[in-house]
């Protein structure tokens, strides 16, 4: 029997539906390294634990978080943590090939208790030794081990963001070598997956530096269907004995839209959770529209959507901060969305506020690089009528509750 898991990657039998993306993702690591786009509340970081907990006959499966991280020296102890964490009996391999500084390092640490590795870590560095002499040893290693081995790195975004802030004449380079990295492991047996909530591309593509990741292979992770909406409620409700009618099922479609999976997921156990205090009911359509006004668009889920929010003025270029707060504002305003060339005119009206203006050719491509964001950050999509809303009807519906006003509604 399945649970609910609200807020947490999903594993084994609670994994729902991505079972042939899984399978496509293996096929495209034969011959090249990944991007791994999709939104943050999709599903991302379950893939990415499916791959590390049923990895493919005779890969090993390394998974790091950076999200964290703020530097490369960090990256390279990060590293060396996920290898013992995941792979200890291949990072005792590794030191017995090494040499040198690395072997100096792996020696000093292979006594310590997991907790204690990267306080070790951050001990054995000798200011002599940069980042990149580190890494590189250490990869050297891997790619001479003939391993097929896959590295998964989880919000690269936000290090590269923490290392552009706290280092940023590291950045760059960083960059330069991961790319040169990859295309080494090509080569060999090592391959990577690198996935991100904020859009890697189109940050990169802003900075002029998109060359530098345009090797890896996108792979974007979709919403559930309504298809799988609905097998996923059935099946939920089913092995837990809770009858419901026929209206049920169209409601939570329409009150969802494109499901963000944590959503489903909330509002389909807080449904299970009302039925169990009265567990004579029958769920109907009215039931799910209380649970959702309630717990959805009160305090319970706050916290998680506050976060689509609060990310704009984190991961959004300075310029365009404003003026996609206030988009987001006014179409969650709009009853069926926002035609282009009006939303166009909204932006143009950000923009004639400010001191130094941008014209012509220059704000089109802004505009449009911001609607790149936008949409492929799961905010917005293009409906079928040829306008612009948001792809999530409770994130449009909360949006508007708590911030469609903020402008005075103009």
């Given at each position: ?25 293996w ?34 499966v390394?998974?790091?978080?950076v999200?964290d ?25 590794i ?65 590269l ?7 940023p ?132 889920a706050?916290d ?23 988009l ?41 690089s911001?609607?790149m ?38």
């Amino acid at each position: 029997m399945s649970d609910f898991i609200v807020g947490s990657p999903v594993r084994d039998e609670d994994f729902w539906f991505r079972t042939d993306f899984v399978e496509d993702l293996w096929e495209s690591l034969v011959k090249h390294n990944v991007l791994l786009l999709a939104p943050r509340r999709i599903g991302k970081t379950s893939v990415m634990y499916r791959l590390l907990d049923y990895p493919r006959d005779g890969w090993l499966v390394i998974h790091m978080n950076v999200e964290d991280l703020e530097t490369p020296d960090d990256f390279f102890i990060a590293l060396v943590a996920a290898i013992n964490e995941h792979q200890p009996d291949y990072l005792r391999v590794i030191r017995s090939a090494a040499k040198g500084f690395l072997k100096g390092i792996l020696d000093r640490i292979e006594k310590v208790e997991a907790w204690e590795l990267k306080v070790q870590l951050r001990k054995a560095e000798a200011s002599t030794e940069s980042w990149r002499d580190r890494i590189e040893e250490l990869l050297e290693r891997v790619l001479q081990s003939d391993n097929h081995v896959l590295f998964i790195i989880d919000e690269l975004p936000d290090m590269l963001n923490s290392i552009m802030r706290r280092q940023p004449e590291e950045y760059e380079g960083f960059l330069h070598w991961f790319r040169k990295m990859r295309d080494r492991s090509l080569r060999g047996k090592v391959r990577w997956v690198v996935g991100g909530s904020v859009n890697l591309i189109a940050a990169l593509d802003q900075q002029g530096k998109i060359k530098l990741i345009n090797d890896l292979k996108v792979e974007s992770l979709a919403p559930f269907t309504p298809e799988e909406v609905r097998e996923y409620v059935t099946t939920m409700f089913n092995e837990k004995g809770v009858p419901f009618d026929e209206t049920t099922l169209p409601r939570i479609g329409e009150l969802l839209g494109a499901p963000i999976p944590l959503f489903l997921q909330m509002l389909t156990q807080e449904v299970f959770r009302l039925w169990r205090r009265h567990p004579e009911m029958t769920i109907t359509a009215d039931t799910v529209t209380e649970v959702f006004n309630k717990a959805l668009l009160g305090e319970m889920a706050r916290d998680k959507l506050q976060h689509y929010r609060a990310r704009i003025p984190l991961y959004y270029p300075p310029e365009e901060r404003e003026a996609a707060l206030y988009l987001l504002n006014k179409l969650s305003l709009s009853v069926e969305g926002i035609a282009p060339a009006t939303l166009f005119s909204l932006y143009r009206k950000v923009e004639g506020k400010k001191t130094l203006r941008r014209e012509g050719t220059a704000l089109n491509q802004d505009y449009q690089s911001l609607l790149m964001h936008l949409r492929s950050d799961f905010y917005i999509e293009e409906t079928r009528s040829g306008t612009y809303d948001f792809a999530s009807l409770l994130l449009k519906t909360w949006w508007k509750k708590y911030y469609g006003f903020e402008n005075g509604g103009d």
